[in-house]
């Protein structure tokens, strides 16, 4: 299947987070509706409009009420999977001069006040898929394409992003997404599904920028092969190894996101977790997530 229609894309200025910096918004090409799929989907097949939008109804009833039962549920074939999530936390309490005055314990966290919602995660395989089969146009703010049009597919030329194992739904996939805004650390990220919120840099199209963002209160190290530092920025070439050791919240094990895919760290040592991948394509964003919710782990069988 190929799909050569763009999705225009802006340069939006960050002007809450620091240091200053641009990152792309998408514009959708616009919005089809339940009874515009259902005719869509006529076309390729014998089966009637009104039959295909009652099936899909009685699916999604039986869908709804799974959910409501706490199970997880898929949507389509390979596509969506919905799961119950519920967003709650309790932190010590800490003074000014940054003493603890109250340590928490797990009798603290509740149900009670908390937001429970329904996530919304992405098939790996068709997250990829999407990932090499997209195709992007620069644009004004109102969607008028700028000129010259000098960038097309994004990652089609090269591998997808290897190392961790793929969540067998995906942010982000392109995004993984937890249907909703992340409650946890702090980072420079918009978007749904993950944690902390801000601004996301991109890699930019012809360059071997890694690009690092660390979520959570935990610690965390990028190094070469050599054991070098690698900064926010660096030059990496693509297929180089590149080394992580967390030192997370609570001893959580933390997970890193390639490019918006959804990858874990399994290596528990001595309290520093570690992992390692190969730099996978050019302009790549790594996401550090070094205090995660139980949604960045959703996607997880």
């Known amino acids: 299947m190929s799909h050569n229609v763009k999705i225009k894309y802006y340069a939006r200025e960050n002007t809450k987070m620091k240091p200053h910096s641009y990152f792309a918004q998408a514009i959708p090409n616009g919005t089809y509706g339940f009874e515009e799929l259902c005719a869509q ?11 295909i939008r009652a099936s899909v109804e009685e699916y999604m009833k039986v869908a709804m009420e799974k959910l409501l039962d706490g199970f997880r549920v898929e949507i389509g074939h390979q596509f969506l999977t919905l ?13 000014a001069k940054g003493n603890v005055t109250k340590t928490v314990t ?3 966290l509740t149900a009670v006040g908390a937001r429970s919602r329904v996530t919304a995660v992405v098939n790996s395989e068709f997250s990829h898929e999407f990932n090499r089969s997209v195709h ?16 097309d597919a994004t990652l089609e030329e090269e591998d997808q992003p290897s190392g961790g194992g793929d969540s067998p739904s995906n942010g982000g996939g392109t995004n993984t997404n937890t249907g909703g805004s992340g409650t946890s650390g702090s980072g420079t990220q918009t978007g749904g599904g993950t944690s902390g919120g801000g601004t996301q840099q991109q890699g930019q199209p012809g360059d071997y920028r890694l690009v690092i963002y660390k979520y ?14 690698i900064e926010n920025n660096a030059q990496v070439a693509s297929g180089s190894t590149i080394n992580l050791s967390v030192v997370s919240v609570d001893n959580k094990r933390p997970c890193i996101r390639i490019n918006g895919t959804i990858q874990y760290i399994v290596n528990e040592n001595n309290g520093a977790w570690t992992g390692s991948f190969q730099m996978p394509t050019k302009g790549t964003v790594l996401e ?8 960045d782990f959703a996607d997880e069988n």
């Not at 119950?84 to 932190?91: C, D, E, G, M």
């Not at 004004?140 to 000098?150: A, C, H, S, T, Y």
């Not at 959570?216 to 070098?228: I, K, L």
């Open 41 to 51: 989907a006529h076309k390729n097949t014998s089966i009637e409009t009104h039959m």
């Open 83 to 95: 799961g119950p999530a519920l967003t709650a936390k309790v932190k010590d309490e800490i003074d």
């Open 106 to 108: 797990a009798d603290d």
């Open 136 to 151: 992007w146009q620069k644009s004004d703010r109102q969607g008028n394409p700028l000129e010259p049009d000098e960038e």
């Open 216 to 229: 959570g209160d935990g610690t965390a190290s990028v190094t070469d092969e050599g054991g070098n530092t």
């Open 288 to 295: 550090i997530l070094t205090d995660p919710d139980d949604d």
